[in-house]
């Protein structure tokens, strides 16, 4: 067995580490959905075809989908990779960030609810 070979040997090793890196097949199946993810609410908007309470629940929902769509096809997170690991550090980050997000728009809404408004102040001082 000559050097090149052992080299070329290592190199397929490398490749087959057992990770779902994807395939072309999966990575334009990922794009043309996240595509059309795309296209069909700048269409909504554009056109006004709906009414613009409707057009935003379409966005929100499609991006959320959109998320989805990415982290399967590109991140390639699922529960086969790292044997989960990769998911369950995804999630538990997911949950944090959650909990940081409403806790600070918590602390914010109280914090304005319980703040003098300007015009209290002004007829205060009258």
Partial sequence: ??????????????????????????????FIISAVLTIIPFALVMTGAVSPAATMGVIVSFAIIQIVVQIIYFLHLHPKSEGGWNLLAFLFTLI?????????????????????????????QQ
Avoid: K, P
Avoid at 102 to 119: A, K
């Fill in 96 to 124: 944090i960030l959650v909990i940081v997000i409403s806790g600070s728009l918590w602390v914010m809404h109280h914090l304005d609810s319980n703040m003098m408004q300007t015009h209290d102040m002004e007829a205060l």
């Fill in 1 to 30: 067995m000559s050097a090149h070979d052992d080299h070329h040997h290592h190199h397929d090793d490398h490749h087959d580490d057992g990770h779902d890196h994807g395939s072309y097949r999966s990575y334009l199946t990922g």
